[in-house]
């Protein structure tokens, strides 16, 4: 079990950056396969990015491709979400979570995450 928590959540206009931070505690953190996950009004929660234990491999939605950078130091147990060029539809709760397992699916679906953050609220303004 991993206990996790988000910050770094805000706003900002169309075309800025936000740098997202979450910090892991428990002895499986270091080798879960970890993602963030995002959450809009009368939306369903999407896979953003994920990340696996060794900090190699990683995958991306095709919405944020290009726009956002997942990343993790094992020896802080902290992941981090660098994103750029953000936009009104960025707009959501981004949610830290982690995996049971090391490796990480190219398809990101929640119901592979069995432990979560609380959320941190991103908003982007036109």
């Keep these: 079990q991993v206990t996790l928590v988000e910050s770094g959540g805000g706003e900002v206009h169309a075309g800025g950056s936000l740098r997202l931070s ?33 900090g190699d491999v990683t995958y991306y939605a095709d919405s944020v491709k290009g726009r956002f950078t997942i990343s993790r130091d094992n020896s802080k147990n902290t992941l981090w979400l660098q994103m750029n060029s953000l936009k009104p539809d960025d707009t959501a709760r981004y949610y830290c979570a982690a ?28």
């Excluded at 505690?25 to 953003?48: D, I, L, N």
């Excluded at 995996?99 to 990101?108: E, F, G, K, M």
């Design 99 to 126: 995996r049971a397992v090391t490796w990480c699916s190219s398809d990101i679906r929640a119901e592979q995450f069995a432990d979560w953050g609380q959320g941190t609220q991103v908003t982007v303004s036109s």
């Design 22 to 54: 979450c910090a892991a505690s428990g002895s499986s953190a270091s080798t879960s396969c970890m993602g963030w996950f995002r959450q809009a009004p009368g939306k369903e929660r999407e896979g953003v990015a994920v990340i696996e234990s060794g």
